[in-house]
């Protein structure tokens, strides 16, 4: 396949090389601009502007101020347009991604005798109310319903509420609402792009304000999210889909080229490399990719031909497997499989990535859909210094202080001794003598 690119390392110069790690969401400067008037329009007209876009972007016809909230009787319709096996799937993938996220509960306080008789800790409490963005533009995703819904029903996030694009039939995804319910989410409004954002950010008529909206989206959703992160707390940057497949020379490259199309299917925008130093690994894969395409739908196999064709993605051939592990480290990947048959060989030299993936039978479809670990995961190097969604991002934390009257002095006299340093004089009169004075009366 002359088209797809095929860079060697060894001969890139360092801007080359640096414009290899470069995603979409960089340059997000067309978003932001189209994105602005949608967000005032729904601040000024709420309801109606909802309406408005809704049938101008997502084409739906229907939609009106009394349909734009999930009914009961669309909830429960769901379930019979869903296919058994597809919610068969939707439980074991939920069964399984709440036996992991469960482990990442804290106790809801913890204190610790810091000094004898001065105690400190933490305290969680969930977030008041948290608005999840499910996507739907170049697809359906059931999943990101599963993987935003049940760490924040573990949680116990007292409001919740997903937002998400209505079809043209100005439904819900039957999957979603399925997923949803499942999960144990009951409110959903019919919203997606920039303007849900807003609507969870500043609130409408019917849809209820949040603290905070978690989810992945287009770069509609990433800009709409940067410019009201004033308004709303936007979570993890979560934008197009991105992996790289690490392979050494043990696999086949066939295996590397079958998983390479996964994440290239997302969209043009997604991102997708395949990194090995076997030469074998990259013309197994190259041969492979012809065949690969004809088992794919015309629009996905057109969205990975973009992505391996154009600057976002390819196969690069390293000159050795540390190489290849220093230049994952400075993409920062989302998703990363480590494709070998000794995949922990490697794994304590990859230090900058989203979600690692070992071995030959851990494809991303599997992290996605079935496994456990949160799918929703920082794109565009937010590896460097964020993590996947987890429960945590659903709680708050309080520190906690107790000081008794027998870890009282010493505190006391340290405290004041900085204090005074810093020149606070409050700050030390508190912690001075006249503090047991006034205990005294
Ligand atoms: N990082 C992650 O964890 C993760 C997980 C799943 C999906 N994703 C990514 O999320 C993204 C989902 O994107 P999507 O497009 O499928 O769904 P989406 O819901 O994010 O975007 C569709 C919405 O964008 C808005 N929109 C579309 N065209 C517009 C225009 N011209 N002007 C203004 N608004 C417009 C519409 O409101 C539409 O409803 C993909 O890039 C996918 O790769 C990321
Ligand atoms: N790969 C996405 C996260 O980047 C998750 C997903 C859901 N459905 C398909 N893929
Ligand atoms: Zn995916």
């Known amino acids: 396949m002359a088209d797809i690119n095929v860079k060697h390392l060894r001969s890139l110069s360092r801007e080359e090389r640096s414009a290899l790690t470069r995603r979409s969401e960089a340059d997000l400067s067309f978003f932001l601009e189209k994105v602005e008037p949608i967000l005032e329009a729904v601040r000024n007209l709420g309801d109606d502007a909802l309406v408005r876009f809704g049938r101008e972007l997502d084409k739906a016809d ?33 069964g399984n ?59 116990k996030v007292p409001d919740l509420a997903i937002v998400t694009p209505p079809g043209p039939d100005e439904k ?3 999957a979603t609402l399925v997923a949803a319910r499942i999960a144990g989410v009951e409110t959903i409004y019919k919203v997606g792009g920039a303007q849900a954002v807003a609507a969870v950010a500043y609130g409408t008529e019917t849809v209820k304000k949040a603290r905070k909206i978690v989810g992945p989206g287009s770069p509609w959703v990433v800009a709409a999210k940067r410019l009201l992160a004033g308004v709303i707390d936007p ?34 925008d997604s991102s997708a490399w395949l990194i090995t130093p076997s030469e074998r690994v990259v013309s197994e894969a190259l041969d492979a990719l012809p065949e690969l395409w004809g088992r794919m739908t015309e629009a996905r196999m057109e969205f990975s031909r973009t992505v391996l064709t154009g600057n976002s993605g390819g196969i690069i051939l390293a000159e050795s497997m540390e190489d290849a592990c220093n230049f994952v480290n400075e993409y920062a990947p989302e998703h990363l499989e480590i494709m070998s048959t000794r995949p922990f060989d490697y794994l304590g030299d990859i230090t900058e990535a989203s979600e690692i993936l070992l ?66 004089s409050s700050h030390a009169n508190a912690v001075s003598d006249l503090r047991l004075d006034y205990l005294k009366r």
């Open 97 to 155: 991604i709440r036996s992991f996220h469960e482990e990442q509960l804290p106790e809801p306080m913890w204190l610790k005798e810091v000094q004898p008789g001065a105690f400190a800790g933490d305290r969680f409490l969930p977030i008041s109310s948290v608005a999840l963005y499910v996507p739907r533009g170049k697809g359906s995703f059931p999943s990101v319903t599963m993987m935003t819904s049940v760490p924040a029903v573990v949680a």
């Open 172 to 174: 819900v995804d039957a």
């Open 359 to 424: 071995g030959t039978h851990t494809p991303v479809s599997i992290a996605n859909f079935a496994l456990g670990p949160n799918a929703v995961l920082p794109t565009s190097k937010g590896a460097n210094t964020y993590g996947p969604l987890s429960v945590t991002d659903f709680l708050r934390r309080s520190s906690i202080g107790y000081v008794t009257e027998k870890g009282y002095p010493d505190m006391a006299r340290n405290a004041r001794t900085l204090a005074e340093y810093e020149g606070f």
């Open 62 to 94: 229907g939609l009106t101020k009394e349909n734009l909230k999930v009914s009961e009787a669309e909830f429960d319709e769901a379930f019979g347009l869903v296919d058994d096996k597809v919610i068969e799937a939707i439980r074991f993938g939920i």
């Open 235 to 268: 979570g993890l940057p979560a934008g197009p889909s991105e992996c790289v497949i690490l392979a050494d020379d043990t696999v086949s490259g066939r295996l590397a080229a079958m998983d390479l199309l996964i994440e290239a299917e997302h969209g043009p």
